[in-house]
């Protein structure tokens, strides 16, 4: 919690007559309650909030969403989404809004599960720019029950061509990703041509996309 000093005086009557100022200081909070201190998980993660009237695990704690699908709010998402994979990370969760992302959100090695919540799958919207992965998540050895990646609530789009993205990249070693999704929709956000990874959830090995029903990608 971000704080400042402000100093207090305190008069005080000396013994030999007179009055003596003696400098005392107190801290009083910057921002408007409530404030959320910044959590042992962001810590771990070495993610320091922007903006702490929002709860560890809000998107918007991490980035000012200035203008609806023109900010670029990658950053934002990729550090709500690293405090999370942390020990005791608070789920993910997106408010109702468009976010812009250029970049790949990327998931590595997480100590727990991974939980991204959106407000709903008609009002929280993210727009990926860029050819490339919304969400790429590689996991080593872990095995996750409940699931190891659950993401509910989200309407996910694109305003680039999308040929080898995908909107959800499982790459995995040795482990078959324990997955859960609803009230997801993914889509073009306009007449982009996309392609079909981009329109599924992309798994590496050929053994777990036979195992979650899905064919050659």
Same mark, same amino acid.
């Given at each position: 919690?971000?704080?400042?000093?402000?100093?207090? !005086?305190?008069?005080?009557?000396?013994?030999?007559?007179?009055?003596?100022v003696i400098a005392d200081r107190v801290e009083a909070q910057t921002c408007t309650a409530p404030c959320y201190a910044r959590s042992a998980a962001e810590i771990s993660a070495g993610v320091t909030p922007s903006n702490t009237v929002y709860e560890p695990g809000?998107?918007?704690?991490y980035g000012t969403n200035t203008t609806p699908g023109v900010t670029d709010m990658w950053a934002a998402l990729?550090?709500?989404?690293?405090?999370?994979?942390?020990?005791?990370?608070?789920?993910?969760? $997106?408010?109702?809004?468009?976010?812009?992302?250029? @970049?790949?959100? @990327?998931?590595?090695?997480?100590?727990?599960?991974?939980?991204?919540?959106? !407000?709903?799958? =008609?009002?929280? $919207?993210?727009?990926?720019?860029?050819?490339?992965?919304? #969400?790429?998540?590689?996991?080593s050895g872990i095995v996750q029950v409940p699931p190891m990646f659950l993401v509910e609530g989200l309407r996910i789009g694109c305003s680039t061509a999308?040929? $080898?993205?995908? !909107? #959800? =990249?499982?790459?995995?070693?040795?482990?078959?990703?324990?997955?859960?999704?609803?009230?997801?929709?993914?889509?073009?956000?306009? @007449?982009? !041509?996309?392609?079909?990874?981009?329109?599924s959830v992309a798994l590496t090995r050929a053994e777990d996309r036979a195992l979650f029903g899905l064919g050659a990608q």
């Open positions: 919690m971000r704080r400042r000093d402000v100093p207090r !005086a305190l008069l005080v009557s000396a013994a030999a007559g007179g009055t003596v809000n998107v918007l704690r990729q550090a709500a989404c690293t405090q999370c994979s942390q020990a005791g990370g608070a789920p993910v969760f $997106v408010p109702a809004g468009t976010y812009l992302v250029t @970049s790949t959100v @990327s998931i590595t090695s997480p100590a727990q599960a991974i939980r991204i919540i959106g !407000a709903g799958m =008609n009002i929280a $919207v993210i727009v990926k720019n860029g050819d490339s992965d919304l #969400f790429n998540f590689t996991a999308m040929t $080898v993205g995908a !909107a #959800f =990249n499982f790459t995995d070693s040795g482990v078959i990703p324990s997955i859960s999704m609803k009230d997801i929709f993914i889509i073009n956000a306009g @007449s982009e !041509a996309v392609s079909k990874a981009w329109m």
